[in-house]
């Protein structure tokens, strides 16, 4: 029996690479990108990473302070690209010809051989995280400063100018209809809402079930973390059913903004992903289902947004050595010598061999 059951399980797990492998084509790989995150001193040089997205048909990036090496090694190469203004850099940027002078330097200096398609001003800010509560005061000047940088050089409708947000400034995420921003946030949140409203932009959103299952397994399953589900997992009050904790995070997300007067924003989700190794649940197998269902389901939407692809940006590239705690160490999509984790294809013809800041408000067993 036990041989059998073993038998059925490599079956099932060969049959979903197969599917991805053979059906996932480069029309469903559109929304989807990759962070190349550079916190490892083993990694290629920026033009081996840019060669590899480029084998593989990885069409988006997402990187974390303009870096010289990828900019240049980006010249020419169609990818396009999210560029962050690192949280260090929010203080001198809430300066209006400091913004000004990063923009030249860094966007201008490179536009068009650059395909700029986002710059995201500041990542996971929080005004109640220790970490990051002394740069909150600076983010809306930044971002504001930072726009009108691009305003004035016309390019406000190709680079659009926004900040990554994580899940820890939600303040009830169950159901997601009932989704808020926490009350100690409003006051930071909302002017930054407003900004994007009237500047037409998507709200960037870093969403990880991995460290909402990790967190609480005894009330949220694997399944239900992984998009394994075979059937709707729990109903919420306005009818939608939910099968995958990754849409029940983001709804919370529009719902949120929905009460934050935001609910005409898109959300572009800059960053997910599951370690291989390091902690809790942290499988190479977990770590390909999870990769493998979510670059297939964000082309179908959300139950309360459904039929509109998702922007979804993997973390990340490379696991990066220099990294702590030892499971940040292992979300790459490769090795540092370019070899792939996982088995999974990410467009077209070409086959990747693939492999905080996380939610702090999740449904009791008795809810699901």
């Known amino acids: 029996m036990a041989t059998n059951i073993n038998i059925s399980l490599m079956a099932a797990k060969l049959l979903l690479v197969g599917f991805v492998v053979t059906k996932f084509g480069i029309s469903g790989a559109q929304s989807i990108g990759v962070c190349y995150g550079m916190l490892g001193n083993n990694l290629p040089s920026a033009s081996d990473v840019v060669a590899l997205y480029k084998s593989n048909n990885i069409n988006r990036m997402r990187i974390y302070d303009p870096n010289q090496a990828a900019l240049n090694a980006l010249r020419g190469s169609s990818i396009e690209l999210m560029l962050g203004v690192p949280n260090s850099d929010l203080q001198s940027m809430a300066d209006p010809s400091n913004a000004a002078s990063w923009v030249q330097r860094n966007v201008l200096n490179f536009w068009p051989s650059v395909r700029f398609r986002y710059i995201a001003v500041g990542n996971e800010v929080s005004p109640i995280n220790g970490d990051t509560a002394w740069f909150s005061q600076f983010v809306l000047p930044a971002l504001v400063n930072t726009f009108n940088a691009i305003r004035s050089a016309g390019l406000q409708d190709q680079i659009k100018v926004s900040t990554a947000i994580d899940m820890t400034l939600i303040g009830k995420s169950y159901p997601p209809s009932e989704g808020v921003f926490r009350d100690d946030v409003r006051s930071y949140i909302d002017p930054i809402i407003g900004h994007l409203v009237y500047a037409k932009t998507p709200l ?53 903004l929905e009460r934050s007067w935001g609910g005409s924003l898109e959300v572009v989700v800059s960053e997910s992903g599951w370690p291989s190794a390091g902690g809790f649940g942290t499988t190479f197998d977990n770590a390909m289902t999870y990769l493998s269902n979510l670059i297939r389901h964000v082309k179908e939407g959300t139950p309360k947004r459904p039929n509109r692809p998702i922007e979804t940006y993997l973390f990340a590239m490379f696991n990066e050595n220099q990294k702590e705690p030892e499971l940040e160490k292992n979300f790459g999509l490769f090795f540092h010598d370019k070899q792939p984790k996982f088995h999974q294809s990410f467009g077209g013809n070409v086959i990747l061999d693939v492999t905080a800041e996380h939610n702090s408000t999740l449904p009791l067993a008795s809810d699901i």
């Open 204 to 256: 960037l959103a870093n969403i990880y079930p991995y460290f909402a299952y990790s967190g609480n397994p005894k009330d949220i399953s694997l399944p239900y973390a992984l998009f394994s589900s075979p059937s709707v997992v729990f109903w919420d009050n306005n009818g939608l059913g939910y099968q995958n904790l990754f849409d029940a995070m983001l709804d919370a997300v529009y719902s949120a």
